[in-house]
């Protein structure tokens, strides 16, 4: 019913930028946070940044300041700008969506594909 897919990711080298961007489609009513998460091999999943409904931001201590989450409401994207790449933040990078759906006043918890971010030293 609903998906989200990522773009974006790619090979870049340190001190350089990317912007990832989140669409997502279906039977959507509303959403109620969308956040990025990123895993490291060998590593759990972890927040990155997150926006609310109402356009709070939240963002982990290692990016804040090189990282800017944001969302076009009519185009039902989101994305991630991301300044100052370190190697460190080489991971696999997940859309995530807490929504509600046309046909339901529960909320539902949504992952996307997941795009490789490579930062080269």
């Known amino acids: 019913q609903v998906q989200l897919v990522e773009s974006g990711g790619g090979l870049v080298q340190t001190g350089g930028s990317l912007r990832l961007s989140c669409a997502a489609s279906?039977?959507?009513?509303?959403?109620?946070?969308m956040g990025w998460y990123r895993q490291a091999p060998g590593k759990q999943r972890v927040l990155v940044a997150a926006?609310?409904?109402?356009?709070?931001?939240n963002y982990a201590e290692s990016v804040k300041g090189r990282f800017t989450i944001s969302r076009d409401r009519a185009k039902n994207t989101m994305y991630l700008h991301m300044n100052s790449l370190k190697p460190e933040d080489t991971a696999v990078y997940y859309c995530?969506?807490?929504?509600?759906?046309?046909?339901?006043?529960?909320?539902?918890?949504?992952w996307g594909q997941g795009t490789q971010v490579t930062v080269s030293s």
């Open positions: 995530n969506a807490v929504l509600s759906l046309v046909s339901s006043t529960e909320e539902y918890d949504y």
């Open positions: 279906g039977s959507i009513s509303s959403f109620t946070t």
């Open positions: 926006i609310t409904n109402g356009g709070t931001t």
